[in-house]
């Protein structure tokens, strides 16, 4: 069975940072692009960053661009986020997901192009 689970959500103040981690099961990491996603309540899920099945290529939300830093580590089959900085508007859940075809850099982050997503993992960002 081909799962996602995120890990690392949690409550942090403004300023801090965590580290999200996505671990698969099922299927090999590698093979796929992969991308971090998140739904405040009330809005629509937006992609926050994606990097590419080579790790090449990577894409940023403007809002967390000089913030958050995706990674990926095909030995251990993990992709992570790294978020510093953080700020109220982070507040959110966050998902990962995978997806096996490349695509245009301009599309990288089109949540419509992902097959597989995880549950999702709770950050609050609040003092």
């Known amino acids: 069975q081909l799962q996602l689970v995120e890990s690392g959500g949690g409550l942090v103040q403004p300023g801090g940072s965590l580290r999200l981690s996505c671990a698969a099961s099922?299927?090999?990491?590698?093979?796929?692009?992969i991308g971090w996603f998140r739904q405040a309540p009330g809005e629509e899920r937006e992609g926050v960053s994606c990097i590419s099945r080579s790790g090449s290529n990577t894409k940023y939300a403007n809002p967390v661009k000089d913030r958050f830093t995706i990674s990926r580590d095909d030995a251990k089959n993990m992709v992570y986020l790294q978020m510093n900085s953080l700020k109220p508007d982070d507040t959110a859940i966050y998902y990962c997901a995978a997806r096996g075809r490349d695509t245009t850099i301009q599309r990288m982050c089109d949540p419509s192009l992902f097959t597989y997503w995880g549950q999702g993992t709770q950050v609050t960002v609040s003092s």
């Open positions: 099922g299927f090999t990491l590698r093979n796929y692009a």
